[in-house]
């Protein structure tokens, strides 16, 4: 059955993907459009996003980042492929927003293959992802993870703009017009892998569950409480 809960994660990742997009769009477009302000922009958009939808979706507004999840066994396939689509809507969405801001339509700007892109982007990713797994991992509270998150991915974007746009997200690459496979999607997909994997095998508590959608500390202590209370009314009618 398709109820509020599944239907509030996709609008979440829908918007946050749109809105994350923009804000990129917005500056690099700009007469700002230097690699600091792009990813400060981005960091704070994301951090936002972060803090606002996380616990309706998980906030991943990155196929590269659900793809990795997948790998890592921490959603399902058909969860990961609802994710990606849906996405991959909200970053074209946001094309479509701009260009209708600006009333006119945009250039490509992706180029073509280059291995050097294709490294800056899996290298930028990896510290973005690798960055956000820690949050998850170590259960931070809401406003911890969006911070550490948002500051990850301002410090891939700044790696990765030595040698590329500095994108590390194939939805964003869609909507700013800078699809090539071999670089900003492919590029991205590889460095998110690495990142959530290596932080999940040598630097994550083996004992701490991974989850996508971290559970806030009220909830988590609600939860553990209830299996007590449920105890306590059996021996009282005992």
Same mark, same amino acid.
């Given at each position: ?10 609008? *979440?990742?829908?918007? =946050? ?15 700002? %459009? ?27 507004? !990155? ?6 999840? $997948? ?20 970053? $074209? ?14 250039? #490509? ?5 280059? *291995? ?9 990713? *990896?510290?973005? #992802? ?35 746009? %500095?994108?590390? !997200? ?8 800078? $699809?090539?496979? =071999? ?7 590889? %460095? ?24 806030? *500390? ?21």
């Amino acid at each position: 059955m398709f109820g509020r809960q599944k239907a509030a994660a996709l609008v *979440a990742e829908f918007i =946050g993907t749109g809105i994350l997009t923009l804000m990129i769009l917005s500056i690099q477009r700009s007469t700002i %459009g230097v690699p600091f302000f792009v990813a400060a922009g981005a960091a704070l958009a994301l951090a936002v996003m972060t803090y606002v939808l996380r616990d309706s979706s998980g906030a991943h507004f !990155n196929p590269a980042l659900t793809i990795a999840l $997948w790998t890592a066994r921490k959603i399902s396939t058909i969860t990961g492929a609802v994710y990606i689509v849906v996405q991959l809507l909200g970053a $074209w969405a946001a094309y479509g927003v701009y260009t209708y801001f600006v009333n006119t339509h945009l250039s #490509s700007v992706g180029g073509h293959f280059t *291995a050097r892109i294709l490294v800056a982007e899996a290298v930028g990713t *990896a510290v973005f #992802s690798f960055g956000m797994a820690s949050t998850v991992y170590r259960r931070l509270s809401v406003e911890s993870s969006a911070a550490f998150t948002g500051v990850s991915y301002m410090i891939g974007i700044m790696l990765a703009s030595s040698a590329a746009i %500095g994108l590390l !997200n194939p939805a964003v690459a869609l909507g700013v017009r800078a $699809w090539v496979w =071999g670089t900003y999607v492919l590029g991205p997909v590889i %460095g998110a892998i690495i990142g959530v994997n290596l932080y999940g095998l040598l630097f994550a508590e083996p004992d701490k569950a991974f989850s996508s959608t971290p559970v806030s *500390a009220g909830l988590a202590a609600a939860l553990k409480q209830q299996p007590a209370k449920a105890k306590k009314t059996k021996r009282a009618k005992k």
